[in-house]
């Protein structure tokens, strides 16, 4: 297996220039010492694993029972996964999907465009990929390429990103406006965490295979992200498609509030509100409430 080198990057957090080589088998302290709480998360411990399992199956019953309803009745749902790099994304879907019906729940992450779809209306490719009656489709990843990595990393012009982020909010409503249920999801990790993570993927065999070359190259682009997810937010967070934030330095507190708001949203058949919960508003809510302009 050959893993390009990483570079060593320049980074400023806290106030403070700092190094960081992901090619270095040890976990700087200022890393280790602050991810949990980086991006200002409210908890200083991970939820304990048995209530998170035991709060999960709970909501996972629920997933099935609708999903049953949704067989019934032709209902058809989409969630959109977006988010950093490493915040999450995989290891949430496979939570919806764990106990599921897979010819009736799937995932869609689609590779870069080939030459015929990169002349084709840009949103082409995801449409053909969207449910059918009684259908629950996830995108890991979605046409919000277009809104971060793609001029983040220089994939598409300015020209083409302004005018994806004009015709958004119109593709969104005509998807609404069919009947499909529509969830956009922002999976929101702090930098230590994020490079906590890298560092993880680094040094593991199992799953090195999830650090890109994509990932490398934007080590030292925190700040271009943030820009580039704030001017998102400011033309796509709207009231016929409005995104949530899910904080998820946390990764079980990320999970069972992501299912919830999703079983919360969805008046399907033998629903128990009293088995869902409620939804922890620390962890997951509004662009404004959670973030705003923050880093």
Known sequence: ???????????????KNRQFDLDDPSLPD????????????????????????????????ELVKMQYWQRETGARIMIV???RDAAGK???????????????ARTVALSKPSDTERGQWYFQRYVDHFPTDGELVMYDRSWYN???VEPVMGFCSKEQHQHFLQQVPSYEQMIVNDGIKLF?????????????????RRHSPLKVWKLSPIDLKALGKWADYTNARNSMFEHTDTDHAPWTVVRTNDKRRARINAIRHVLLNIDYDGRNLKKIGKVDDQILGSYETLLGDSE
Do not use: C
């Open 1 to 15: 297996m050959q893993i390009p080198d990483a570079p060593i990057v320049e980074l400023e957090l806290g106030g």
């Open 30 to 61: 200022w890393i280790s010492d602050s991810a949990f709480s980086s991006g200002d998360y409210p908890y200083e411990k991970s939820l304990k694993r048995k209530e998170y399992e035991d709060t999960l199956e709970i909501l996972q019953e």
């Open 81 to 83: 996964f977006e988010g």
């Open 90 to 104: 995989g290891g949430t879907i496979g939570r919806f999907r764990q106990f599921l019906n897979p010819r009736h």
């Open 146 to 148: 277009r809104a971060g």
């Open 184 to 200: 956009k999801f922002w999976l929101n990790v702090g930098q230590e965490m994020q490079l906590e993570r890298f560092h993880d």
